[in-house]
């Protein structure tokens, strides 16, 4: 931690405020066994030290820090990665003789910059309870009313390399939404405070 505070240069090292301080190395304390958890507390308190950073660091990010495991943070820099959203698709499964559909999968995500900074295509099926954590926390948003008209051709690929992993009954079948994920205002800045 004392090296990332040297990293800040002089002129905009500050005291950090009472409550961040106390609270932030309390909690820190506490999750010195998460490796994941310890960089984003010592991320808040370093940026508590820097006058270009102070205002934008936020209480509620001391308790948003505790809720958060390692694959909430993990696909967090992925977003930010990936200039903040990413494409992705709700599978739905169509039965006949029945109205509406039911929802398979909704997060199945691509469009990820993987070995060492080359964009390339990815699929990956995430955990729903992970994409909801950070909803239910507004660090990000998932609209499937928009998505990236100059992307069709990425979604339907999308859509073939897993449709096949469902086993179907005869009278059923699969179609998507397209969609996409991105960041919030109040999730990019989070990013930019406890986990860059």
């Keep these: 931690m004392q090296a990332k505070y040297d990293n800040i240069p002089v002129e905009y090292q500050v005291e950090p405020t ?11 304390s506490y999750a010195l066994e998460e490796e994941h958890l310890k960089e984003m507390f010592e991320n808040l308190l370093i940026a ?10 936020l209480p509620a990010y001391i308790e948003i820090i505790k809720q958060l495991n390692r694959d909430d943070a993990k696909l967090l820099k992925l977003l930010y990665k990936n200039e903040y959203n990413v494409c992705a698709i709700s599978l739905q499964l169509h039965t006949e003789n029945k109205e509406g ?3 398979l999968d909704n997060y199945i995500i691509y469009n990820f910059k993987i070995n060492n900074g080359i964009t390339g295509f990815s699929t990956l099926k995430l955990n729903p309870l992970v994409i909801d954590n950070l909803l239910m926390h507004r660090l990000i948003e998932v ?6 008209p100059d992307c069709n051709d990425q979604y339907e690929t999308l859509f073939n ?8 009954k005869e009278n059923s079948s699969l179609s998507y ?3 996409i994920i991105k960041l919030t205002n109040f999730g990019l800045n989070f990013i930019e405070i406890c986990l860059s």
């Design 161 to 168: 390399s897993v449709k096949n992993r469902y086993k179907l």
């Design 18 to 28: 009472s409550y961040i301080a106390l609270k932030g190395v309390n909690e820190l």
């Design 143 to 148: 609209d499937y009313t928009r998505y990236y």
């Design 177 to 179: 939404e397209k969609g």
């Design 101 to 103: 559909y039911s929802e």
């Design 48 to 57: 508590d030290m820097d006058s270009r950073k102070q205002n934008k660091v």
